[in-house]
Structures are given as C-alpha cells and as structure tokens.
C-alpha cells in the first residue's frame, strides 16, 4: 500500500503511514478482546446450535 519508490519521506504519508497502522491496531486489539470475553458464549451458541441440529435430524430422519 506504501510506495517505496520516492526518496522523500512527506509528513502527510508518514501520517498516513502511522494512522493506518494505529488504526490496524486498536482494529485488532478489539477484535481479540471480543473474541477473548465471547469465545466462551460463541462456543457455547455453537453447541446449542449443533444439538438442537442434531435431535431435529433425529427426530424426522425420512427427511434429509
């Protein structure tokens, strides 16, 4: 995304350069706060998801 073509270094794509990856950052950092205080409920929506999945297939197995 970043030229590395020209010698001089602009303030503006330095900006650009360190809002990006600031960006990218706090973008992770909340991705894995979420994913690290909801991996527990997401895991256990998943199960409820697949049993309730599993004993309707069970139920009416002519249907597939």
Not at 10 to 30: E, G, I, N
Not at 48 to 62: D, G, Q
Request: hydrophobic share 45%; charged share 15%.
């Amino acid at each position: 995304m970043i030229s590395q073509n020209s010698s001089t270094c602009r303030f503006s794509d330095l900006f650009s350069y360190v809002a990006t990856h600031d960006l990218c950052y706090v973008f992770l950092r909340f991705f894995v706060s979420i994913l690290g205080t909801k991996a527990k409920l997401i895991r256990l929506s998943l199960v409820a998801t697949f049993s309730i999945f599993k004993y309707l297939l069970n139920t009416n197995p002519e249907k597939t």
